[in-house]
């Protein structure tokens, strides 16, 4: 994302600690984390043969600030996901800013239909629509219209092959489509909980986009991102522990 805007961050709390940086970038990965969507079940969810719902805990460094909820449902051809997220970050009592995003997307043959979406973005709206027709993907943005002409992807977490198979993202609250690099980190531990999980970690970068994923080395199922934002605090993003499989529990860190 090329800048953040609509961050109308209270000016007294904020500027007394220095953290003005801080809460744009805290708003810009909650941009990006709250706008994902999947063209297709990943191996686990294929095993559930019908809709699926995850959920997620959302905290500043261990301080939690909301939580997103995710429902992901069969359609003919396809699969809807609709996803709502609430978060509200507040210093020393004072409310910094809050963020509500609502999105609506259906994906066939793996490829991006139709989208809409709303957000709140502490008090400043964004609008987004868009659709697929005669291989040209139409997107209107607060007033700006785009036309793809590529198959059209999102910020698919929980389908790494999604992601590792695009250079370009399209970001549902603002309607850009911006280029990104998606590289395996390697095997590494993720506490969600009380328990320490075997995972398997890849990044995305690009301007202004810095992001740890983390998933089971076992089904592939997406558990948790990382983001390190200014002042070195960082963005966690973690799987409900309810919602994780016996496979994902069985490979436990030793």
Known sequence: M?????????????KRFGRNDLMRRVLMTLLLASTFASPAWSSTQSSLNGSRTLTLDVFLDERPIGSQRFSLQ????????VSAADFEVRILGFKAFGYNHRNQ???RGGCLDKIQSTTDS???????DGGALNGTFTVNATGITRQITDCVGSFA????SQLLSRNKLLNPQTGEHMPVEVTRQGEGVLRIGNRDLRVERYVITGKGIDITLSYSPVDGDWLGLDSRVENGRTLRYRR???ELTD???AQGSS
């Open 2 to 14: 090329k800048r953040i805007t609509g961050s109308h961050v209270p000016p007294g709390p904020v």
């Open 74 to 81: 069969p359609v003919p051809g396809g699969t809807r996901i």
């Open 105 to 107: 997307e259906e994906w």
């Open 122 to 128: 502490n008090g400043r709206r964004y609008q987004v």
């Open 157 to 160: 977490y929980w389908d790494k």
């Open 240 to 242: 409900s522990s309810a």
């Open 247 to 249: 496979a994902t529990l």
